[in-house]
């Protein structure tokens, strides 16, 4: 799901104030900090604004009146895509810059803002974004930026001795798999998802979270093996990953669903970050996945931030 669109960059503009329209100059020259002489530089991840000619023809509509580059503060102006429609971690990329996805929309100020006031409303909340330098250059007006798609990759792994040898299906695994799906479209993600199923074995369950670390997945989650039975090992296995564990999460789920169903309470499913990847442990049955991955989606937009070093707080 890995596509490379051209955008064009119809104006380039810049304001010495925040809160402010801008204005369209020549050109922009960017360091790490974002756009030099522009207010919203500096040290933080909404560095530099961006907003679609196509949003702009549509409050065109609305307003009746032509709206210049500029009026709801974005700094680039583009054509080509909507860009409401990407995600953080998602790259506009050129030969001299490389611009990072940072946040899409923002609250909205209403009547204490100026551009409110003098043009009526904004875009910017809806459908602007925001991004931060991660290689500074020169931009103008006519240059092309190549939107550059972060793909989310994802393993699910369900581990069942009976569902390895085909005794029965794995519909543990196939419902992560599209309650993932489902939550990386909603939020316009790119991604790509592998489901393996594997035994109760350490060896093999070993070498897949290796691999997946190894190969920076960003996601895996396992269904099977949380209790105490002899060959419930993933709970030790992924532990011994784990370099920072989220507990929270697993212990609000369990006292969740346990109020009412205490054997949801005997799951021993931990949480956690090894390297760059999230991994989580879940109980084995359809369930209990329901119950896990519906609180599990809630958190997952803000840890990838966390993860970018963002503070979205």
Known sequence: MNEKIEVKVVSVNISEKKGTVKKAVDSIQMNSEGIIGDAHAGDW???????????????EKLAGRKIEFGEFAENITTDGLKLYHT???????????????TQIGKKCHGDDCAIYREVGNCVMPKQGIFCRVLKAGQLKAGDTLVYNP?????????????ASKGVYEDKSGKR????LEEFYCNT???????????????EELNSLLEYAINSEYDLIITTGGTGIGKRDITVDV????????IPGIMEMIRVKYGSEKPNALLSRGVAGLSQNTLIYTLPGSVKAVNEYMNEILKT???LYLMMMGIDAH
């Not at 995600?87 to 490389?98: A, C, L, Q, R």
């Not at 989310?152 to 009976?162: C, F, G, P, Y």
């Not at 316009?188 to 350490?202: L, N, Q």
């Not at 992924?238 to 564990?245: G, H, I, R, S």
């Open 150 to 162: 972060k793909v989310h990759k994802a393993l699910v792994i369900t581990l069942s001795d009976r």
């Open 238 to 245: 992924v532990k011994e990953k784990l370099e920072k564990e």
């Open 45 to 59: 991840h909404r560095q530099i604004s961006l907003l679609g000619i196509e949003s702009v023809h549509e409050w």
């Open 300 to 302: 997952l937009n803000h």
């Open 176 to 179: 992560v798999e599209a309650m």
């Open 188 to 202: 316009h993600k790119h991604f790509e998802i592998e489901r393996k199923v594997i035994p109760d074995s350490e």
């Open 87 to 101: 995600s953080p971690g998602d790259e506009f990329i050129n030969d001299n810059i490389v611009l990072e996805v």
